[in-house]
C-alpha cells in the first residue's frame, strides 16, 4: 500500500499545541533551516521571524550544536539529579550562569522548559515561606497579557484569558492586575503619578486587598513576549521592585523569552538596575536545540534550601532535571553567544528593526509599534483615534500572517498584534526585508 503523505499521516496520528484541525490541512511541513531561515516541504524558504517560538537565538544549522550533543551523548547520554547524584555538565552549566546572571543569583536547578520553570518557581516561593513560618503566604500575583506557560498552575498565571475557559476550573491563589502597557493603559487623569507608577501601583492595591500576609510573589516576563510585546515604562520595574520589598513579596522575573540576550542584555531586568529573587528561563539557554530550562534563586533562597531540616526537604524533581545532554548543549550555545557578540547584535538588530517597524507607524491602521532589543510588536487598530480594534470576525490578524508567508517571512501574531523578534544571527538586509513584507502585507489586506 502507498505510504500517505506526511498531512494525511499528521492528521491521523498528531495532535498539535493549541490544535486545529484545519490549521493542519495546510500545514507547513518545515524540514530545513540555516541561519535566520526555514525551508518547508515544497522547498519554499521563509524568514523565520520570531526564532522558532523565540528561543532558536544562535539560528539554524549549527553544528556545533548538533556536535555537543552527539559527544555528550556518546560519553554518557543520561544521569540522574536527585541528591546525591550530579555530573559535569550541570556543574559547568551552573558555574557559568552564575557569571553571566544577576549578582545575587548563583544557585540553578534545571528543567525542561518555560512553564515547569515556573511551577518550580512557585514551588520554591510558597515553600520559602512555610520555611520562614508563614505558611499563609502562598498566593501569586502575575498580570493580564502575561504568558507563562499552560501546565495547569502556569495557566493559571498566565493572563490571557482565552487559555483558560475549556481547562477550568484554574488553580485557586493565582491573582491578575493590569499591565503596564503603555497604549492601552490608562491612568487616572487627575493623577500626578506617571503611567509606570501607576501600573505598579496596581501591585500594592492586589497585595492589600489580598492581604499580604497571603501573598507569596508577584511574577513578571521583563518585556511581555506572547501577549504582544509590551514594554513597561522605565520607572516600572524599580517600583515593582520597592512593592515586594516593603510587603515581604518575592519577585520572579520570567525571563523565559528575555533572558540570554532577547533585550540587549544578558537578562532582561538589568536594564532597569533591579534583580529578581527567582529568576525563570528556558529556550534561548539552548537556541531550542534540547528542551532545557531552570531557575535561577537568590543567595538567601539558596541558603534556605540548604539549611532545611530533612523533614522539610523540598521535594520537588524532574527525572530530566541537569541532564547532560541538555547542559553541554547550553554550554556550547553560550560559548557561541559570547563568541560571536550576540547579545550585543541583538541590541544593535533591535534598534534597526524597531526604526524600520516605525516607518510603518503612518499607515492609517497601524495603531502602535513598540519593542526593546530584538523583540517588537505592530499592533493593527480599526480606528486610530479611538484605538478601536477590529472585530475579530474580520479576521485581521490571520490574513495579514497569510500575506506575510505568502511573501516569505513566518512569525506569530497576539490577535492583530503582530509579534517579531528574530535570530540573533539574522542579517541587516534579512531584517530590513522583513520589515518591507510587513508593511506590504498590510498594505494587501488594509490597503495603502
Ligand atoms: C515568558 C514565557 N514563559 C513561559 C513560557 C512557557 O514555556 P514552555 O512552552 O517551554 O513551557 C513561554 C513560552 O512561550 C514564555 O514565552
Excluded at 175 to 185: A, K, L, Q, T
Excluded at 239 to 256: G, H, K, P
Aim: proline share 5%; with cysteine.
Amino acid at each position: 500500500m502507498p505510504k500517505l503523505d506526511d498531512l494525511s499521516r499528521d492528521q491521523a496520528y498528531l495532535v498539535h499545541s493549541l490544535h486545529r484541525r484545519e490549521a493542519q490541512a495546510k500545514a507547513h511541513v518545515w524540514v530545513r533551516g540555516h541561519g535566520a531561515v526555514l525551508v518547508d516541504q515544497d522547498g519554499k524558504e521563509y524568514l523565520d521571524g520570531l526564532a522558532g517560538l523565540w528561543n532558536v537565538v544562535a539560528g539554524h544549522g549549527r553544528r556545533e550544536l548538533a556536535d555537543a550533543a552527539a559527544r555528550q551523548m556518546t560519553e554518557l547520554a543520561y544521569a540522574s539529579s536527585y541528591a546525591g547524584s550530579t555530573n559535569r555538565p550541570a556543574i559547568e552549566l551552573a558555574e557559568r550562569l552564575a557569571g553571566i546572571c544577576y549578582r545575587g543569583v548563583n544557585r540553578f536547578f534545571f528543567t525542561s522548559g518555560g512553564a515547569e520553570s515556573n511551577e518550580s518557581a512557585f514551588k520554591t516561593a510558597r515553600y520559602l515561606w512555610k520555611l520562614a513560618g508563614k505558611p499563609d503566604k502562598s498566593k501569586i500575583v502575575s498580570r493580564v497579557w502575561g504568558y507563562h506557560g499552560v501546565t495547569l498552575a502556569a495557566m493559571s498565571a498566565t493572563g490571557i484569558a482565552s487559555y483558560w475557559p475549556m481547562f477550568e476550573p484554574r488553580t485557586p491563589g493565582f491573582v491578575h492586575i493590569e499591565s503596564p502597557y503603555p497604549y492601552r493603559f490608562q491612568g487616572a487623569a487627575d493623577d500626578t503619578r506617571t503611567l509606570g507608577e501607576q501600573a505598579a501601583d496596581l501591585l500594592e492595591a492586589a497585595i492589600l486587598r489580598e492581604g499580604p500576609e497571603t501573598v507569596a510573589a508577584f511574577l513578571g516576563e521583563p518585556v511581555q513576549g506572547a501577549g504582544g510585546v509590551i514594554v513597561a515604562p522605565d520607572d516600572y520595574w524599580p517600583r515593582i521592585r520597592e512593592i515586594c520589598d516593603r510587603y515581604e513579596v518575592l519577585l520572579i522575573a520570567d525571563e523565559v523569552i528575555t533572558g540570554f540576550g532577547r533585550t540587549g542584555q544578558w537578562f532582561g531586568l538589568a536594564r532597569y538596575g533591579i534583580e529578581p529573587d527567582i529568576l525563570c528561563f528556558a529556550k534561548g539557554i539552548t537556541s531550542g536545540y534540547f528542551p532545557l530550562g531552570g531557575i535561577g534563586v537568590s543567595d538567601r533562597i539558596a541558603a534556605a534550601l540548604d539549611g532545611a531540616a530533612e523533614d522539610r526537604t523540598w521535594m520537588h524533581a524532574f527525572t530530566y532535571s541537569g541532564h547532560p545532554v541538555g547542559c553541554a548543549v547550553a554550554l556550547a550555545n553560550l560559548e557561541i553567544i559570547e563568541r560571536e557578540g550576540l547579545v550585543e547584535r541583538a541590541g544593535e538588530l533591535g534598534r534597526r528593526l524597531l526604526a524600520g517597524l516605525r516607518t510603518l507607524s503612518s499607515h492609517p491602521h497601524v495603531g502602535d509599534v513598540r519593542g526593546l532589543g530584538l523583540m517588537c510588536g505592530v499592533e493593527l487598530v480599526a480606528d486610530k483615534a479611538s484605538k478601536a480594534e477590529f472585530p475579530p470576525s474580520e479576521k485581521v490578524g490571520p490574513r495579514v500572517h497569510a500575506a506575510t508567508q505568502e511573501r516569505g517571512l513566518f512569525s506569530r501574531l497576539r490577535g492583530d498584534v503582530y509579534n517579531l523578534a528574530p535570530c540573533f544571527v539574522t542579517t541587516e538586509s534579512q531584517i530590513d526585508r522583513m520589515i518591507d513584507i510587513l508593511g506590504e502585507s498590510i498594505c494587501a489586506v488594509l490597503g495603502p
